[in-house]
């Protein structure tokens, strides 16, 4: 089981800068972290779930349009840890953050495998 922890949620005013990170621990029998695809959804209040921004296993990035240019999806196989660093946000970024594993390469909730727990963001006008 991989078991994904997020951190670094909080409050912030429009404009500002937040970076959330998320520590993986615990792998899958013939699996290890680098081979995940590590993805960021969000889930404001009365909506569903979105996707944000993913980092495939091979390196290639995806970001929904709502946040291109202002947020950054990195990782760090090293240390089993995932960042999304988030800029220029504004009101309607706010939401509760997940961050989830998947074995497949796909942007869809409902292929990931792995979910954490979830980090508030709240972003204040």
């Known amino acids: 089981q991989v078991q994904p922890v997020e951190s670094g949620g909080g409050l912030v005013q429009a404009g500002g800068s937040l970076r959330l990170s998320c520590a993986a621990s615990?792998?899958?029998?013939?699996?290890?972290?680098?081979?995940?695809?590590l993805g960021w959804f969000r889930q404001a209040p009365g909506k569903e779930r979105e996707f944000v921004a993913i980092s495939r296993s091979g390196g290639t990035i995806y970001y929904a349009d709502s946040v291109k240019g202002r947020f950054t999806i990195s990782r760090d196989n090293a240390d089993n840890t995932v960042y999304l660093q988030m800029n220029s946000l504004k009101p309607e970024d706010t939401a509760v953050y997940y961050c989830?594993?998947?074995?497949?390469?796909?942007?869809?909730?409902?292929?990931?495998?792995?979910w954490g727990k979830g980090t508030l963001v709240t972003v204040s006008s």
């Open positions: 615990g792998r899958t029998s013939g699996r290890t972290f680098s081979s995940y695809a």
């Open positions: 989830a594993a998947s074995v497949k390469a796909s942007i869809r909730a409902s292929d990931m495998n792995y």
